[in-house]
């Protein structure tokens, strides 16, 4: 089965950029997604098609996706970023396929 | 505004059936561009996927619960609705309905979940 590994947690301290990569088998070969998810709330998707922001996100989130690796970038960092960030791809044996999750803080 | 709003017992006996509606409103669950999904949560722990049914009554299941897991559509009451087989207490979490957004299988609108319990 398709599996994709992130790291368990990311700091970063306000203004700053933060970076949260997701790992998986010929990841660039499939479309990656990401979802923002603070405590307590449901998911809010950020990022989708790798690059795309669902209309509302903010332009500070932005996407890549190459070789084994996708990453969620997020410049200027805000105390409000502060959050569990999930990754999500689609492979053709697993379907929809989530990452274990990064918490990011934000300090 | 399209609203998912989930529905069902928040507490159910190990080895009965977990079952949960999603109810729509705010858009047509008969829509041609969407498909329809349910995704998990455990308790402190990361983010499941179910499965996802189309208007027409396709369905994908994650091939690990496909032999307890059932989903199925109501176009008449804009509904769709999760049916989990002999439960066990790993099957504690917090369920999530939400929508596809077209032509990806990213979920860009989710309810709030319903925290649903297997206990005696």
């Known amino acids: 089965s398709y599996e994709l590994t992130q790291p368990p947690s990311v700091s970063v301290s306000p203004g700053q950029t933060a970076s949260i990569t997701c790992s998986g088998d010929?990841?660039?070969?499939?479309?990656a997604s990401w979802y923002q998810q603070k405590p307590g709330q449901s998911p809010v998707l950020v990022i989708y098609q790798d690059t795309k922001r669902p209309s509302g996100i903010p332009e500070r989130f932005s996407g890549s996706n190459s070789g084994n690796t996708a990453t969620l970038t997020i410049s200027g960092t805000q105390t409000m970023d502060e959050a569990d960030y999930y990754c999500q791809a689609w492979d053709s044996s697993t379907y929809v396929v989530f990452g274990g999750g990064t918490k990011l803080t934000v300090l | 505004q399209l609203q998912l709003q989930e529905s069902g017992p928040g507490l159910v006996k190990p080895s009965e059936t977990l079952s949960l509606t999603c109810t729509v409103s705010?858009?047509?669950?008969?829509?041609?561009?969407?498909?329809w999904g349910w995704i998990r949560q455990p308790p402190g722990k990361g983010l499941e996927w179910i499965g996802s049914?189309?208007?027409?009554?396709?369905?994908y299941y994650n091939p690990s619960l496909k032999s307890r897991v059932t989903i199925s559509v109501d176009t008449s009451k804009n509904q769709f609705s999760l049916k989990l087989s002999s439960v066990t207490a790993a099957d504690t979490a917090v369920y999530f309905c939400a929508r596809r957004i077209p032509k990806d299988w990213s979920y860009g609108y989710w309810g709030q979940g319903t925290l649903v319990t297997v206990s005696s």
């Open positions: 049914i189309y208007y027409s009554g396709s369905t």
């Open positions: 010929k990841l660039e070969d499939k479309y």
């Open positions: 705010g858009g047509s669950i008969s829509s041609s561009s969407y498909y």
